[in-house]
Nanobody, 121 residues
Framework: HVQLVESGGGLVQAGGSLRLSCAASGSIFSIGDMGWYRQAPGKQRELVATITSGGIPNYAFSVKGRFTISRDNAKNTVYLQMNSLTPEDTAVYYC???????????????WGQGTQVTVSS
């Protein structure tokens, strides 16, 4: 089994910055894509950013130019640097990883428990 543990959420004023971290642990054989999703109250969960194992990022249009995703494969950790935050970025942010626990294992999707990001105006 794979566990994802997020950290770094909190309360920040508009225009401020936060950095989220997500560390994967457990019976990890390999991890492919990792990423961040968010869910605001009353809305569906949406993609924020993803990054391949080779370091190629992909961003939602709403965060492009403000957020930067990165990863450290040696630590099985993915980061999300969030700058120029606005109240519209307020949501619970979830870490995601696509990986397998053995050579013959079927890759599965794993999710963190979520971390709250609140941006005040």
């Amino acid at each position: 089994h794979v566990q994802l543990v997020e950290s770094g959420g909190g309360l920040v004023q508009a225009g401020g910055s936060l950095r989220l971290s997500c560390a994967a642990s457990g019976s990890i054989f390999s991890i492919g894509d990792m990423g961040w999703y968010r869910q605001a109250p009353g809305k569906q969960r949406e993609l924020v950013a993803t990054i391949t194992s080779g370091g190629i990022p992909n961003y939602a249009f709403s965060v492009k130019g403000r957020f930067t995703i990165s990863r450290d494969n040696a630590k099985n950790t993915v980061y999300l640097q969030m700058n120029s935050l606005t109240p519209e970025d307020t949501a619970v942010y979830y870490c995601h990883a696509h990986g397998s626990t053995s050579y013959y294992g079927v890759p599965s999707d794993y999710w963190g428990q979520g971390t709250q990001v609140t941006v005040s105006s």
